[in-house]
């Protein structure tokens, strides 16, 4: 869009930011390694390009999130580059809330011939990502991705954030073959899931302002 209009990045977002625009998410990040974004999403951006634009949204005040893509033709190596990349922004602008790992699910798509990780494998990326990426606020769980019982035990591995009452609004997650069937809960549910596990449900906004805690 900001391409379209012909101005650079930094003009784009302050004209959306001067129309209400407050955060943005951190989709498209895949996997930062040159070679694997060659071959596994030739179409995107490059990670240079990436984290061109959320620097620049965070110097104009636009705090983002940021993923990773884990769990196909990557290697533990290329998961700390690119989180590396993401923690040497971070320590620079301070402007990323959240850090999303995404699990690799192979069905329907171009990688379909590839298996996918375990649940031990999705519970030492949380931690280790928790323990690597010590300037970002906030780990989350997908649960539509990884499915309600492993979200739960991820928040005794690191994670302290879960996407709320989704009603199958990601349906490429669905078509990949997510660890939900059914992606929908109901806000007693998850509250549910997280006081099992432990803990206290907090609501939030999306750029993580406290709104209230729920009943015990």
């Excluded at 390694?33 to 999403?41: F, L, V």
């Amino acid at each position: 869009m900001i391409t379209e209009s012909g101005v650079t990045i930094s003009e784009g977002l302050a004209e959306l930011r001067k129309y209400g625009l407050d955060s943005i998410p951190g989709g498209g990040a895949e996997i930062f390694d040159k070679e694997i974004r060659k071959r596994i999403c030739p179409e995107k951006a490059s990670a240079e390009r990436w984290l061109e634009i959320h620097e620049v949204a965070h110097s104009l005040g636009i705090p983002s999130n940021a993923t990773m893509l884990y769990g196909h033709v990557e290697n533990y190596a290329h998961r700390i580059d690119h989180m590396a990349r993401l923690r040497d922004l971070q320590d620079r602008t301070g402007g990323f809330n959240a850090f999303i790992p995404l699990k690799f699910k192979n069905a329907n798509n171009s990688m379909s011939s590839l298996g996918e990780v375990s649940m031990t494998e999705d519970l030492k990326n949380y931690a280790v990502s928790r323990i690597f990426l010590d300037n970002i606020p906030h780990i989350k769980a997908y649960w539509p991705m990884i499915g309600r019982e492993v979200a739960q035990m991820s928040l005794l591995f690191g994670a302290d954030d879960l996407d709320g009452t989704i009603e199958d609004t990601t349906k490429i997650y669905s078509m990949a073959g997510s660890g939900e069937k059914n992606p929908e809960m109901s806000t007693n549910e998850i509250c549910k899931l997280i006081r099992e596990a432990g803990f206290v449900a907090v609501e939030r906004d999306s750029v993580y302002n406290f709104i209230h805690t729920f009943a015990l």
